[in-house]
């Protein structure tokens, strides 16, 4: 419990150092920012207890809200994505709650693995983009400039990254 507990907390660390030292501050085509951070709510092990992984998903927006000056917007959309974390999961692979205690995102198949990512990447950058930049005349221009193109930046980074990084045991 010790070795996980450290591990889960250098990444936190790691990721809300690394959105808000190098992410924030590249912008790929004027406006595209991915947000790594959320890498945190997909690399979190799936268990009962929500709780604690609520409490952590919102501390780790607010983290970045805190650094980023965004009022809390980072904190809302981490905590919508990570409490529709594991229905949206159940959707997808339909298995029973106790499948989860054994999940591991690298033995999903790539078309589950890329909507799973995909999608809760999406539903964040649209919750984060409407908070920060909604205005009733531009919503469809700011879904596809911003959120589409920032969700697909952000998406492919995190399937690299948990391809490159986490191991495929089932611990």
Known sequence: MNNSLLKYGLLFVFLVLLQVLVVNNTLFSGYINPHIYILFIFAFPLNKEKTPFLLLSFFLGLSIDFFSNSGGINAAATLFIA?????????????????????????????????????????????????????????LSMLYDPVLLSSILTAILIGLSISLF????KK
């Open 166 to 169: 986490f191991s495929n045991s």
């Open 83 to 139: 409490y529709f974390r594991l229905p949206f999961l159940h959707s997808i692979q339909k298995k029973t709650e106790f499948d989860y205690l054994l999940f591991n995102i690298k033995e999903l198949n790539i078309i589950q693995s890329f909507t799973y990512v995909f999608t809760l990447t999406f539903l964040h950058h649209i919750i984060v983009f409407f908070l920060a930049y909604y205005k009733a005349d531009g919503f």
